[in-house]
């Protein structure tokens, strides 16, 4: 009876493992292109260049950086999303920035771009528009160029 138990436990332990690698490697939908990962970026054209991005393999993008960059306003961290077009990754993230004398709302941030991924580095263009509470065009369209290299654990 203990042994029964044993080999299902092992059975359904296996299984597990298994779908857990298959989550693990890059999906044939995400093409050769493959970014689902971490990466520091640079963004020489925007108020503080240092970035970190986080491509998650659902879709979705995370930024961060210090928002040091500007003494008016504050901003918060982007989240987006990305697809693969081609042998391109085409995204989007929004930041909300509040005004740091008053804490009001100052803009939402839409930053697009449109990489190209070459091993674990890439490079690409976007651009930034702000818009105010109405959802009014207040600033932009604003080029930038941006790098990233791949953060590895080893």
């Given at each position: 009876?203990?042994?029964?138990?044993?080999?299902?436990?092992?059975?359904?332990?296996?299984?597990?493992?298994?779908?857990?690698?298959?989550?693990?490697?890059?999906?044939?939908?995400?093409g050769?292109?493959?970014?689902?990962?971490?990466?520091?970026?640079?963004?020489?054209?925007?108020?503080?260049?240092y970035?970190m991005?986080?491509?998650?393999?659902?879709?979705?993008?995370?930024q961060?950086?210090?928002?040091?960059g500007?003494?008016?306003?504050?901003?918060?961290?982007?989240?987006?999303?990305w697809?693969?077009?081609g042998?391109?990754i085409?995204?989007?993230?929004?930041?909300?920035?509040?005004?740091?004398?008053?804490?009001?709302?100052?803009?939402?941030?839409?930053?697009?771009?449109?990489?190209?991924?070459?091993?674990?580095?890439?490079?690409?263009?976007?651009?930034?528009?702000?818009?105010?509470?109405?959802?009014?065009?207040?600033?932009?369209?604003?080029?930038?160029?941006?790098?990233?290299?791949?953060?590895?654990?080893?």
């Amino acid at each position: 009876m203990l042994r029964n138990a044993y080999v299902k436990a092992l059975a359904v332990l296996a299984l597990c493992a298994s779908v857990l690698t298959g989550c693990s490697t890059p999906s044939a939908k995400h093409g050769a292109s493959y970014i689902a990962g971490a990466w520091f970026v640079k963004m020489p054209e925007a108020p503080f260049q240092y970035h970190m991005l986080i491509f998650n393999a659902d879709g979705t993008v995370l930024q961060s950086n210090p928002d040091a960059g500007d003494p008016h306003t504050s901003d918060s961290n982007g989240m987006g999303a990305w697809v693969t077009e081609g042998d391109r990754i085409i995204g989007k993230f929004v930041e909300v920035t509040a005004d740091r004398a008053t804490h009001a709302f100052a803009s939402r941030g839409d930053i697009a771009f449109n990489i190209q991924i070459n091993g674990d580095t890439f490079s690409g263009t976007g651009s930034a528009n702000f818009y105010d509470t109405h959802g009014a065009l207040t600033g932009g369209p604003i080029p930038f160029t941006l790098s990233g290299t791949r953060i590895r654990a080893k």
